[in-house]
């Protein structure tokens, strides 16, 4: 049951269907406790950095790594929200690390350690 809605809540594509989603199962097995609540915020810091042009989040050690999206020919690289967020992040230099590592850019923050920081600073970004 556990794997099943894991995989449900993969698929969840709104902050609608994701209340409903969570009103579903504390109907079945009552409110919800933190794991499942941070489980929630994960979706959410996923649905976030998408937006904001990275194809893969990595959180541990107390850093945040964003790999953007691998096509370098990508329309997005030439985008104002792309120039945007590399213009955020060159004003914030001591705390982001913009890298290049086998043709994948991503960009290393540190000081990020928990799901909650890293929404805020994405949305920050946005």
Known sequence: EKIRLYKEM???ESEKELSALFASM???FGPAPLQARELADTVRLRWLA???GF???VLK???FIGYFISNQMSG???SAKFESLLNFIQRQNRRFELKEQNE???VIIKRVDSIEKAY???SEMR
Request: zero cysteines.
């Open 10 to 12: 993969d698929t969840v």
């Open 76 to 78: 997005y690289y030439k």
């Open 50 to 52: 998408m937006e904001l």
């Open 61 to 63: 050690n107390n850093l």
């Open 26 to 28: 504390e109907d079945r």
């Open 104 to 106: 994948k850019l991503y």
């Open 55 to 57: 194809e893969k989040i």
């Open 120 to 122: 805020k600073l994405l």
